[in-house]
């Protein structure tokens, strides 16, 4: 009696599990990523709007930095770390906003800095951009 085994390995592979788990994961990349806020500081341009931000008294504290990176507040010329002592000072108001006026030159890292501070005392800053 000739009996032969019926059974046979066939090489392929089945991809549809795993255009499902793909499909899946792609799912919940895309969930997830909607739903982290970015790390960013919030900054109001000069511009036209339609509300205008109100504030207590009538001037508004401006910060500006030089092509070398040097800080004047309010024109008189200041350290970073009396521009922390100051913001700190004026974050105790009601509604904080600073000017913030870099040259066209000014290195990036000092504006950021300046950016931080006030992003750290809860601080409005409204960056005064140069146009050519």
Known sequence: ??????????????MSS??????LLLIFFMLTSSLVTPNALNLKLPGHESTAVSTDDSKVPEITISGRGSYRYDGSRVTLSRISKKLQRLSRKRKPL???????????????AVMSLAMQYHIQTIMAAETD
């Open 98 to 112: 600073i000017t913030i006026a870099p040259d066209k030159n000014a290195p990036v890292e000092s504006v950021v």
């Open 1 to 14: 009696m000739g009996l032969k085994k019926r059974s046979k390995i066939e090489p392929t592979f089945s």
């Open 18 to 23: 795993l255009t499902d788990i793909i499909f």
